[in-house]
C-alpha cells in the first residue's frame, strides 16, 4: 500500500513549509528513517525522514515551493505498484511571493543556485556523464529535458554556465557590500525582530560564583575518562541545573499562547549553537530527568548535527526555554533576545577571576554573570527574580548533580 509524504508541522502556527531538495532521487528505493527531504521553516532547516519503506514516486513538488502542511509531496510505493492519483502541485516560492519575487530575481541569483530543481531524472546519456566528471557537477541536481527527462550534455553544460553566471553574481553583490542573506541568517533575523518587536522584554543580571561549578566540571570529566566517554562541558552543567530549577519555577517553563498563559509539563531545553551562516537552537527534551551524560552525548550530537545542516524536525521542535552561552567566546555578559513563545532565555557570559567580598575580605573568585530575559505577559519580576536566585545559588553548590 502506498504511503503518501506530506509536508509536516513542525510547529503550531506553520502554515507553510519550503522545500529545499530531495535527499533520493523518483523511482531509488528508501527505507524508513532515511533522510528524504529536506525543508525550511522559520525556526531552522532540517532534514524530513522517511515514513516507511519504498521507492519514491508520484513527486509533485519541485525545490523552492511554498508547500501548504499536510499536502502531499510525493508516495512511497511497493516495486510495480503505482502510486494514487497525482496531487495538485505545490506553489512555487515566485507564484506565492508574486510579483515582488519576479523583481527580486537578480538579487537572489545565488540562492536560486543553491536551489536549483531538484527533481531528478531517473536517465542520463553516457555524454552528460562524463561532461559532469570533467566540470564537477553533481547530476542530482541538474534537471533534465530530453526524452523522460533524460539529462542531456547541453543540461549539464547550461546547469554549469548558470552555477559560473551565479558565481559572478555573488562576487559582484560581495564587491559592492550587498550580500542575500543565507536562509539561516534569514530566518534568525525574521524571528528576532518578530520577537523584539511583540514580545515585552525585561532583564535581570546576576553574577553567580563559580568554583564549584568548575569543580564538578572536573570531577565528572575524570570520571568519563575512565569510563572513556566525553567529559561534559560547563554548558552540560548549565542545562541540568537550569532543568532542575525550572522544575521548581513552572511558570518559568510557560509559554505565551495569544491571549492566555500555557502551562508546560515538560521541560524542553533550547540550547543556542553556533552555525555558518547565524544560530540555530536545538532542543534537549526533558531535561530534567537526564544525568550529566546523557544531557552531553545529546548535545554533542546535536551540535555535530546543526553544523552539518542536518537538524530533524524532532531537534528543533517543543523547546520551553532556551540557554544561550557565549562564554566560550569570552564575552563577560550579554542580553538574549526572547524566542516566543517561550517566556524567557538566560544568557551566560565568560567565567572569569573577580574581586568580591567573602565575609567582608576581598577574596578573588571565579564568577559568572547570567542574564535572563523574560516576557512580561507571562512572568513579573519577583518572580524571575525568585528563579534567577535560586539557580544562582545552584551552581554555586552543584555537586548534587548525577
Same mark, same amino acid.
Given at each position: ?126 555524454? *552528460? ?41 555573488? *562576487? ?35 553574577? *553567580? ?137 538566560? *544568557? ?55
Amino acid at each position: 500500500m502506498a504511503i503518501s509524504v506530506v509536508m509536516p508541522a513542525l510547529e503550531m502556527a506553520q502554515e507553510t513549509g519550503k522545500l529545499l531538495a530531495w535527499r533520493k532521487k523518483e523511482g531509488e528505493s528508501v527505507r524508513k528513517g532515511e533522510p528524504l527531504l529536506e525543508i525550511e521553516t522559520d525556526k531552522a532547516v532540517v532534514e524530513v525522514e522517511a515514513p516507511g519503506d519504498g521507492l519514491l514516486a508520484g513527486v509533485s513538488a519541485e525545490v523552492g515551493a511554498v508547500i501548504p502542511v499536510g499536502e502531499t509531496i510525493a508516495w512511497l510505493v511497493a516495486p510495480g505498484e503505482k502510486p494514487p492519483a497525482k496531487a495538485r502541485t505545490a506553489v512555487s516560492a515566485r507564484r506565492a511571493m508574486g510579483g515582488a519575487a519576479q523583481t527580486a530575481v537578480g538579487a537572489q541569483a545565488t540562492v536560486a543556485a543553491k536551489t536549483a530543481v531538484a527533481r531528478i531524472a531517473p536517465q542520463i546519456s553516457p555524454k *552528460a556523464r562524463r561532461r559532469a566528471k570533467e566540470l564537477r557537477i553533481d547530476i542530482a541536481l541538474v534537471p533534465g529535458t530530453g526524452p523522460d527527462g533524460v539529462i542531456t550534455a547541453e543540461d549539464v553544460q547550461k546547469f554549469a554556465d548558470a552555477k559560473a553566471g551565479a558565481g559572478a553574481v555573488a *562576487a559582484q553583490a560581495t564587491a559592492s557590500g550587498v550580500e542575500p542573506p543565507s536562509p539561516v541568517a534569514r530566518l534568525m533575523a525574521e524571528r528576532t525582530t518578530q520577537s523584539w518587536t511583540n514580545v515585552p522584554h525585561f532583564f535581570l543580571v546576576r553574577e *553567580a560564583d563559580a568554583g564549584e561549578l568548575i569543580a564538578a566540571q572536573r570531577r565528572l570529566g575524570e570520571e568519563a575518562k575512565k569510563s572513556q566517554k566525553s567529559a561534559p562541558t560547563i554548558t552540560d552543567l548549565l542545562i541540568a541545573l537550569l532543568a532542575r530549577a525550572l522544575a521548581r519555577h513552572p511558570r518559568m517553563n510557560a509559554s505565551w499562547a495569544g491571549e492566555s498563559i500555557r502551562s508546560n509539563t515538560e521541560v524542553n531545553i533550547s540550547v543556542a549553537i553556533a552555525v555558518k551562516d547565524g544560530v540555530v537552537s536545538a532542543v534537549i527534551p526533558k531535561a530534567d530527568t537526564l544525568k550529566i551524560a546523557e544531557i552531553s552525548a545529546l548535545r554533542r550530537e546535536l551540535t555535530e548535527r546543526a553544523r552539518a545542516g542536518r537538524l530533524r524536525p524532532a531537534d528543533i521542535t517543543g523547546g520551553t526555554f532556551t540557554l544561550s552561552n557565549l562564554g566560550m567566546y569570552q564575552v563577560d555578559a550579554f542580553s538574549a533576545i526572547i524566542t516566543p513563545p517561550q517566556a524567557a532565555v538566560l *544568557a551566560v557570559g565568560a567565567i572569569s577571576e573577580r574581586v568580591v567580598a567573602v565575609e567582608g575580605r576581598p577574596v578573588v573568585r571565579p564568577m559568572m554573570t547570567m542574564t535572563l530575559s523574560s516576557d512580561h505577559r507571562v512572568v513579573d519580576g519577583a518572580r524571575a527574580a525568585e528563579f534567577l536566585n535560586d539557580l544562582a545559588e545552584a551552581v554555586r553548590e552543584p555537586m548534587k548533580l548525577p
